[in-house]
């Protein structure tokens, strides 16, 4: 494991990444931080002024599903604005379903910057191998296979 929280694993077609933390916002920011480097390698060095925020509120039946769906999300919101979003700052995070509607949910600011070009294309974010767990150190993991 490295120190970024993600590391790239080696896959036959399709792009894999691992990403962990020891809290689930941890998890699920080195997950888009591992997608950030994905789509623009230099993104995550690059210094510049204009940064751009966007909003996100996501809602999902459980954990796993709410990191993919969360991902989705911003890799959408990636393609719309030509932004490779890098970092999110959680408004709100509810990892319990909600008694009114049974779902896990949300919310949050995602930065990131805008660029030329992506290094590589990410076309979806898959359900594949994902599975956010608990290891039996305490940290969250998962794998995320990106459709390219």
Known sequence: MTDQGFEILEHTADLRIKAWGKTKEELF??????MAYVQK?????????????????VKSTDMTALLIDFLSEVLTQSQINRVVFFDANFKAFSDTPSADSGQVELEAEIEGIKVDEFDEDIKAVTYHEAE???NPEGVYETKIVFDI
């Open 132 to 134: 956010v767990k608990q």
């Open 29 to 34: 920011k080195n997950a888009l931080r591992g």
């Open 41 to 57: 390698e230099e993104a995550r060095i690059k210094k510049q002024e204009s940064r751009i925020t966007k909003k996100v509120q």
